[in-house]
């Protein structure tokens, strides 16, 4: 299947910086990525939509100016959360959708996921 | 905004018994998807089904898709340790690529 790949892995920084993750699709081109955030026993909640070469698509109640989202290759989507603070601290998580592969249906492949602690 | 129900919420069961856990909603979708997610670490997709009262099975997993594509089902028998984890079902509506996950179940298996 499908690879995605996220880095770091792990964050920990201080309330106020800025912390970048990146998402990667390893094998093949996403024009569509997803970003997800999931706080603890909680579920996936759907932050927002990256589209390569365009502006991202962020749901309803999600922050554009705090959490920035750049598309800006076929197989990378950055997420920058800024001036984080202690409430960001959160599971972040992406998402490539392989369009056009095998499946009639656009099959999404998750990453590993990020863990952002905000101190 | 659509939401997907998942009943119950937690699920504590020995080994060897059968359970089903249920995903509802009230919106149609055009396919809807199981994952299991471990702790730490991304979900990883179990099925995916497209039409309605379609049934897949995944060696001791059974997924069904309601006539009506508004709600589905997961069944496993048999269960396993290795079964324990939160179950997640996520669905589609046409015209888009977004998945809305619901709102999980919590496995756990004990030997």
């Known amino acids: 299947g499908a690879v995605v790949s996220q880095h770091p892995s792990r964050v920990i920084c201080k309330s106020g910086t800025s912390v970048k993750i990146e998402c990667r699709s390893l094998d093949f081109q996403a024009t569509t990525m997803f970003w997800y955030r999931q706080f603890p026993k909680q579920s996936l909640m759907l932050m927002a939509t990256s589209n390569e070469g365009s502006k991202a698509t962020y749901e309803q109640g999600v922050e554009k100016d705090k959490f920035l989202i750049n598309h800006a290759s076929l197989t990378l989507s950055t997420l920058t959360v800024t001036s984080a603070h202690p409430e960001d601290s959160s599971f972040y998580i992406c998402?490539?959708?392989?369009?056009?592969?095998?499946?009639?249906?656009?099959?999404?492949?998750f990453g590993p996921g990020t863990r952002l602690t905000v101190l | 905004t659509q939401l997907l129900e998942q009943s119950p919420q937690f699920l504590s069961i020995q080994e060897g018994e059968n359970l089903t856990v249920y995903c509802n909603s009230s919106s149609v979708f055009s396919s809807l998807q199981w994952y299991r997610q471990e702790p730490g670490e991304g979900p990883v997709l179990l099925v995916t089904?497209?039409?309605?009262?379609e049934v897949k099975k995944l060696k001791r997993l059974t997924f069904q898709f309601g006539d009506a594509r508004k709600d589905s089902s997961l069944h496993i028998t048999a269960a396993q340790p290795g079964d324990t984890g939160l179950y997640l079902c996520?669905?589609?509506?046409?015209?888009?690529?977004?998945?809305?996950f619901g709102t999980g179940t919590r496995l756990k298996v004990l030997a």
């Open positions: 998402s490539a959708l392989q369009a056009g592969g095998p499946y009639s249906y656009n099959e999404q492949f």
């Open positions: 996520a669905g589609r509506a046409s015209g888009t690529y977004k998945y809305i």
């Open positions: 089904v497209v039409t309605g009262g």
